[in-house]
Nanobody, 113 residues
């Protein structure tokens, strides 16, 4: 059974940076399309960034030019570098294998104003 484990969340002031990491226990990781989603209190979960198995990236407009998604197929990890954080980025962030029900447990990101 595949497992996804996120790390790197925390509390940061507006304008700061955080790096989230997701470790995936799947020997076929290099073939997987991966995504980072977030869910703020009272809101639906939304996809903020994705990366295909060939490295093509896509971002929600709300994080474009601030967040960067990347992957390391040798380490089976996908990373989300978050810069210029805003209070509205506060949410639980989840790693996901795109179009599957495989999710991590989530990591809290809180941005104070």
């Amino acid at each position: 059974q595949v497992q996804l484990v996120e790390s790197g969340g925390g509390l940061v002031h507006a304008g700061g940076s955080l790096t989230l990491s997701c470790a995936v226990t799947n020997t076929l990781f290099r073939l997987l399309n991966m995504g980072w989603h977030r869910q703020a209190p009272g809101k639906q979960r939304e996809l903020v960034a994705s990366i295909t198995n060939t490295g093509v990236t896509n971002y929600d407009d709300s994080v474009k030019d601030r967040f960067t998604i990347s992957r390391d197929n040798a380490k089976n990890t996908v990373t989300l570098q978050m810069n210029a954080l805003k209070p509205e980025d506060t949410a639980v962030y989840y790693c996901n294998i795109i179009h599957t029900t495989a999710w991590g447990q989530g990591t809290q990101v809180t941005v104070s104003s």
